[in-house]
Every structure is written in structure tokens, then in C-alpha cells.
């Protein structure tokens, strides 16, 4: 937790063009108690305030630059602020206007980076004004400018100011505009230019300007502002919303008239004591599901620039208020404080209840491969936690699959299929001792390696027992089963085939001087010759990761601790460049793959008391967890918010259940 101190110095800011001339950490409060807070959270200059909740599981604010640069603050309850720094610095300062100020930024997430848009614009320079972008690994920056994408007299848009950025339908979009008409227009696939041939689009009206759509049940929501900015104590400014079924409107009052005719609902005006209510930031969701926004307004108790705001926002009919139109002078903080103060296992408890309960997991109603997955995270929580309650799970989930399954898999031709029902039983074994688990293992991976083994390619196993394509899939679970295996029985011929198995891979499957895996080789049937598919997965890297770990303590040769340190550096770097990992979400399978990667990368650090993945693989549950829905369950794409809706997979929700679990151990090892 932030705590936050009231100043005990008087900061001068000079609000047209002031500048922090140090911007090294500086935290304000408004008064307030344990329960409430009160307005203005921020008593300086903060306008046209963009937020975004980051891995760390903080919230990071930007503003237009009344602190030079665009000044970056730090919350973990939208109420106790930090100025941390600037995203820009002198040298590092958009320039393409070139006597230009630095207005109404948007932040966001795009790939795993943030992403923030900006106005540049003179006053009154409303042809050569227009928005840049810029990004940054991390949300306090340093961002390295991109440059403009749009400008006024180029686009045709006048007074090309006040970007959002938005996704919708798989496609990206940026709204922008000031009392000329919002405009939309599609994104190019990254976020960082404009589509080649795609054409603005009109979505609101001459009064508006600021623009920021939120998506709620079955409507999109457009909040604006109108009236007059930047005229302190006399500033007419409010916040303005309107509702459409699409995202391109039209956006309707509640009477049904139209925002590009200029009528709106109003929802936020000025009272007694603050005038100027606008410029929204992006609508944030606290613990319990209350909706709050931030924007700023001019304090006529104090009125020096335009102050930071929050309030809360009500719903009711489909269609959202402040109490009273107008701001709070205090109220009852936001929630966020609970979740802040549970441990990393309670985190990791609280989760998996959330996930073994809303998909009745015990009843093992998925597909055959997914439910061995799904059981050994069962597994790891009984491995990790010591705690007899999973063992129980198992056991009812192992009883029900054999039923479910029948007492020989081989009908199922899918040799990565048994490898991984293998694994379940032989650790199943091997952490409960019922011999039982241990002979299933046994005599269902003999007769697997027994019709997958082929001479083919030089060995390896087969993927699909009547197919010729020889995979990762299966052969790095293989390559783990057989290690498990030889544990179980006391038999060395187990890890002989592991071996063999990991010296074949580098012929055409992995990479040792990389840590590279590929997917797969087959025999491309028009030409005659092998064909490599060069796709990487988390689930080929985290088997591999794993065989490579378990071969070394086998053998104590050094070439599987380098090789093992490749593979986890190629993850860590190579695929996610150290950021969250946000992908691997679509079909059946893919949604399941993280959670393998998660069990793995504990081995590998724990086993050979590796530290390099540790802080990688805790900001990743950091970001699972703080985007976890109200129900507590996390769906496979780590970096974005669960939606309300039951995600469909429950394969997909295990893989964060794999993670939160995973990487308990590794904390006393920094």
C-alpha cells in the first residue's frame, strides 16, 4: 500500500506552463479518514487526467503538462496519489509542433507494451495541431516517441486534438476531435499508424471534445465534455454521455436524440464550489464492482489550474449518474484495499476456488487431454501447499476420469493424449504412493511408446498414431513421463529413453544454441523433402524447460543446465520480451498452454536454484490476478480483464490457477 502524507511544504505551480523542476517522488492527499476521502484528490494542476491499471497492480495516471513533460502519478486506490516522474524529458519531448504543448494523453496496452497517444497543439492552433504516439515497457516510462499520426490539415479535421484509443471486433480504432466533430478512423494492426486506405468516420456532433466510450452490457457509451475549458472560475466545461448498441453510434439522449445533433445527457456539472467538470479519464471498477471516474474541475475555494477529481458512478436503467450531477466534496473510498492485503497463497486459494467450483472441474467434463492438464495443477496445489484437501480433489477427479475414459486409453490415437494421462498417474504416484496410479502409468506409456516409436526422421515419437508428423507435443511430455517413470519404478531404462529422445529433438525440433523449440517435422508430400513448422509454444517450451531440468539431476552433465537456461531465457526474452504474457487464447487447446510453461519454470528455478525467471514470472501473476473478474476467475490472457461473463474455457482459467500456484515457492528464494 501507497500511504499518503499531506504535504508539509507549500509547492508553487504556476498552472499555464508550470514545471515541477524536480520530479522525483512527491505524494499528496486530500483530508481524509480510514473510510472516506474528499475532493479534490489531487490539489494541483492535473487536466485531462488517462489512467491504466498496470501489471504491478498499481494505477498510473497521465495528464495534460501543466508539470512539463507530462507528469506520471502512482495509486493503488484512485484516492492517494505520487508524482513519480515524467514520461518525456526535454531531450526526449515530441517535436513535431515544434512550440507545442503536450495535451490530453490516452494510455493503454497494446502487445504487451503501453502505448500512450497525446495532443500536440499551440493555442489556437487548431490546422497544425494534431496527435502523436509514443511507448514505453514499462508505465513509468521513459517513452520513446513515435511521432505524429494525425494532423489537422493533413486528415481535414480541425482542431485534431483529444485522442481514444479503443478495440472492438478485433480491429483498432482511435476517436479523436474538439468541438469540429468526433471523429473515428481504424488503427494499422500494431496501434502505431494509421490503416493505409481506411476513411474517418463522423460519430458526434460540434459540441463535444475529450471523448471517451466505455462498454457496459449491451450498450457502448460515450462520454464527452462541452462547454468552455480553460476559463477558471467562469468555466461552463461538464461532462456529457450518450448510448448507442454499436460502436460507431448513432449515440442517443434518453429522449433518442442524437449526440452528432448535440444532445446528451448531462454527468457532471459545476456546483457551488467547483466549476469546469471535465475531461473523463477512463472508468475504473474496484473489488466490489462500483464504477468510478476521475476528470478534473477548477476549486473556486483555491482556484489555481484545474485539480483532480474523483467520484463514483451509479447505474440504474442503463444508463449512468453521479449523485447529484455534480461533484462530491467527500465520500466513501473506493475498494480496493481487501485485495491488496491477501498473501500470495490466499491469492493462489482464492483462485483456484474460483476455478474448480464455477466448472465443476471434479466432474472432468472436458476433453481427454485438457483433464489430465487440469488435474495435475490439482497436483501442483497438493505438491506446493502440502495441503490434504487437493489430494482429495484428485483423487475423486482421477476416479472419474478412468470412468469416464475407460481402464485402457489406447483407443485414443493421440500419443500426446497418453502422455500426459501418463503423467498425472505416475505423479500421482509419486505424491500420494498409491502403487495403483504408478501401474496405470506403467502399462499405458509402454503400449504408447510401443506404437509412437518410429524409425521415421531418425526416431522420435509419433504425434497421431496413423499420421507421419513427429512433434513437440509429444515428445517433451514423453521425455518428462519417462523421467517420472524411471522415479516410480526404480527402472534406468526409463531416463535411456528420455535421452534418446532429447538427442533426437536437435535434429529437427530444438534449438540448443537458442533455446528455441519448433512445433514440429513431417514429410512435405509435393516435394518429398522435410518440413519444419517453426512455431513456439509455451507448452513445447515448458516441457522441454522441464526435461531438460530433470536430465540434468539424472546426469549432472552440464550441457543440460546451459540448454535449460536457453530454453527459459528464449521464453522469458525471445517470445515475451520479460512482459506479460497475453496470448495463446484461441481453440480448444492453446487457451491451456501457460499453466504447463508455470509448472516447469518452477522445477527448473527451484531444482537448479535458478533465479533468472522469478521476478518475470511474478509480475505475470501480479497482472493475472489484478485482472481477474468479480468472481475471481482469471481467464489465459494474463494482461487483459476478465470479462464479467463466465469465460468459456475452463482449460483457459486453469493456466492462472497453474501460475498463482507455481510461483509460491519461488518467493523465498530472492
Not at 504516439?133 to 489537422?152: M, Q, T
Not at 445533433?261 to 448531462?266: A, P, Q, S, V
Not at 513437440?472 to 529422445?501: E, F, Q, R
Request: glycine fraction near 8%.
Amino acid at each position: 500500500m501507497i500511504k499518503a502524507y499531506l504535504l508539509s511544504v507549500s509547492i508553487t505551480l504556476i498552472f499555464s506552463c508550470s514545471v515541477f523542476s524536480n520530479t522525483s517522488q512527491i505524494e499528496v492527499s486530500s483530508f481524509q479518514d480510514s473510510v472516506k476521502y474528499s475532493n479534490p484528490v489531487v490539489p494541483y494542476s492535473l487536466p485531462d487526467p488517462t489512467i491504466i491499471k498496470a501489471a504491478d497492480g498499481f494505477f498510473y495516471l497521465y495528464a495534460t503538462e501543466d508539470i512539463r513533460n507530462t507528469p506520471i502519478h502512482k495509486s493503488s486506490d484512485l484516492v492517494n496519489w505520487k508524482l513519480i516522474g515524467t514520461a518525456f524529458t526535454a531531450e526526449t519531448r515530441p517535436s513535431f509542433e515544434p512550440k507545442g504543448g503536450i495535451w490530453a494523453p490516452d494510455i493503454n496496452i497494446i502487445d504487451n507494451r503501453y502505448v500512450m497517444y497525446y495532443s500536440m497543439s499551440v493555442w489556437g492552433g487548431e490546422m497544425t495541431c494534431g496527435i502523436g504516439v509514443a511507448v514505453s515497457d514499462k508505465p513509468e516510462g521513459p517513452f520513446k516517441d513515435l511521432g505524429k499520426i494525425i494532423r489537422s490539415n493533413e486528415i481535414g479535421v480541425q482542431n485534431s486534438i483529444d485522442p481514444f484509443y479503443i478495440e472492438d471486433g478485433g480491429k483498432k480504432y482511435i476517436f479523436w476531435g474538439s468541438f469540429h466533430g468526433i471523429y473515428a478512423i481504424e488503427l494499422s494492426d500494431d496501434g502505431l499508424t494509421l490503416k493505409p486506405g481506411a476513411e474517418k468516420m463522423l460519430v458526434a456532433g460540434t459540441a463535444y471534445e475529450g471523448t471517451y466510450i466505455y462498454r457496459k452490457g449491451n450498450y457502448y457509451y460515450l462520454f464527452a465534455s462541452t462547454g468552455t475549458c480553460c476559463e477558471g472560475m467562469k468555466s461552463t466545461y461538464k461532462t456529457v454521455v450518450g448510448r448507442s448498441d454499436k460502436l460507431f453510434g448513432p449515440y442517443l439522449d434518453k429522449q433518442g436524440k442524437s449526440m452528432s445533433n448535440n444532445f446528451h445527457e448531462i454527468l457532471i456539472g459545476g456546483n457551488n464550489r467547483f466549476a469546469g467538470t471535465g475531461h473523463n479519464s477512463e472508468i475504473v471498477e474496484d473489488q466490489i464492482g462500483k464504477t468510478w471516474i476521475l476528470y478534473h474541475a477548477v476549486d473556486k475555494t483555491n482556484p489555481r489550474g484545474r485539480v483532480l477529481m474523483l467520484d463514483e458512478v451509479h447505474w440504474k436503467d442503463n444508463w449512468p449518474f453521479v449523485d447529484g450531477n455534480c461533484p462530491s466534496s467527500t465520500y466513501t473510498k473506493p475498494s480496493f484495499a481487501q485485495s491488496s492485503m491477501l498473501t500470495p497463497a490466499e491469492k493462489a486459494d482464492k483462485a483456484f476456488a474460483a476455478w474448480y467450483n464455477n466448472y465443476d472441474i471434479e466432474s472432468v467434463k472436458g476433453y481427454f487431454w485438457d483433464n489430465a492438464e487440469m488435474m495435475e495443477v490439482v497436483l501442483d496445489a497438493y505438491e506446493v501447499t502440502k495441503d490434504r484437501k487437493y489430494r482429495t480433489m484428485f483423487e475423486s477427479m482421477y476416479k472419474n476420469f478412468v470412468a469416464k475414459n475407460g481402464a485402457d486409453w489406447q483407443d485414443n490415437k493421440y500419443n500426446d493424449d497418453i502422455a500426459w494421462a501418463v503423467l498425472v498417474s505416475v505423479r500421482g504416484y509419486l505424491l500420494t504412493g498409491n502403487a495403483a496410479y504408478r501401474e496405470k502409468a506403467k502399462d499405458q506409456f509402454d503400449k504408447m511408446w510401443a506404437r509412437a516409436l518410429t524409425s521415421s526422421y531418425g526416431g522420435g515419437l509419433l504425434w497421431y498414431h496413423t499420421k507421419t508428423t513427429k512433434n513437440s507435443c509429444i515428445n517433451g511430455p514423453a521425455m518428462v513421463a519417462c523421467c517420472y517413470l524411471a522415479k516410480a519404478t526404480g527402472d534406468s531404462t526409463y531416463y535411456d529413453k528420455a535421452i534418446s529422445l532429447y538427442t533426437w529433438s536437435k535434429l529437427y525440433l530444438f534449438d540448443a544454441t537458442t533455446g528455441k523449440l519448433n512445433d514440429n517435422v513431417d514429410l512435405d508430400k509435393e516435394t518429398g523433402q522435410l518440413k519444419i513448422s517453426t512455431w513456439s509454444s509455451t507448452y513445447n517450451q515448458g516441457t522441454y524447460l522441464g526435461a531438460a531440468t530433470m536430465l540434468y539431476k539424472y546426469t549432472g552433465e552440464n550441457s543440460y543446465l546451459a540448454e535449460a537456461q536457453k530454453i527459459a531465457l528464449y521464453i522469458r526474452d525471445s517470445m515475451y520480451n520479460k512482459n506479460v504474457m497475453n496470448n495463446e487464447f484461441n481453440g480448444n487447446d492453446l487457451p491451456g498452454f501457460k499453466g504447463i510453461f508455470a509448472r516447469y519454470a518452477r522445477m527448473y528455478t527451484v531444482e537448479l536454484n535458478k533465479t533468472d525467471l522469478i521476478e518475470w514470472l511474478q509480475l505475470n501473476a501480479e497482472s493475472a490476478w489484478e485482472n481477474r473478474n468479480s468472481q475471481d476467475l482469471i481467464h489465459t490472457k494474463w494482461a487483459t480483464k476478465t470479462p464479467e461473463t463466465k469465460p468459456e474455457s475452463a482449460f483457459g482459467c486453469s493456466t492462472a490457477v497453474s501460475l498463482l500456484i507455481n510461483v509460491l515457492p519461488l518467493a523465498t528464494m530472492q
